[in-house]
Every structure is written in C-alpha cells, then in structure tokens.
C-alpha cells in the first residue's frame, strides 16, 4: 500500500506562485498514476494534475493549463507541483494521491491512496 505526504503549500497573493511535494513510502512505478486533487470548501474533490507512466503521461484540467506544473523524480519518488500565476479560485486543501493505471487520471473518485493533505489560500 502506498503511502503519501505532502509538504509545501500556504498563503500567497493573487499572482503569486507556491510549489508543493510529495514523497511516496514506495516507488511509484508504471503501475501507478500520481496526482495532485484539490477540495475547495463545500466542493467536491477535483483532479488538477496527473501523472502516469513514470511521469511521461501528464494531465492537466484546463483550469490550470499553463499555470501548474506536475512533475515526477522517480529516482527519489517525489511528485511535485509548481504553482503559478495564482488565483483565488486555486484555494483549498491540495492532496497527493495514487491509483492503479486503470480508469481516467483527473477523476478524484479512482484514486484509493491519498496523503493527508496540505493548504493553500490564494488572497486576492
């Protein structure tokens, strides 16, 4: 079973850029897709980046084209996601999650491990 924690996150204005990290108990081979999945207050949990494949498969919701970067050490079996050009709609609870390569990666649903979770507020 893998096991998963976050680190980095927290309070950053509008426009501004914040990296969060997440460090798997295992290596995360081509049975896994990792990613990042976000709950905003009062909302349901929502995919923001995947990666599959030893990271050479990435999705992104379009939300965050352009703006997020997911990223992948397999060497270290670190998962990471570089945040820019903030916005206050990217507020909420960030958290690292795996599954099996099966099923779509941006759906929060398919993914059995998940870590504990790390804040980030975007103020305007």
């Known amino acids: 079973q893998v096991q998963l924690k976050e680190s980095g996150g927290g309070s950053v204005e509008a426009g501004g850029s914040l990296s969060l990290s997440c460090e798997a108990s295992?290596?995360?081979?081509?049975?896994?897709?990792l990613a990042w999945i976000r709950q905003a207050p009062g909302k349901e949990p929502q995919g923001v980046a995947a990666?599959?494949?030893?990271?050479?498969?990435?999705y992104y919701i379009e939300l965050v084209k352009g703006r997020f970067t997911i990223s992948q050490d397999n060497a270290k079996n670190m998962l990471y996601l570089q945040m820019n050009s903030l916005k206050p709609e990217d507020t909420g609870t960030y958290y690292c999650a795996a599954k099996d390569k099966l099923g779509a990666p941006l759906l929060a649903d398919n993914y059995a491990y998940w870590g504990q979770g790390t804040q980030v507020t975007v103020s305007l």
């Open positions: 295992e290596y995360t081979d081509d049975r896994y897709c």
């Open positions: 990666a599959c494949n030893y990271g050479t498969s990435i």
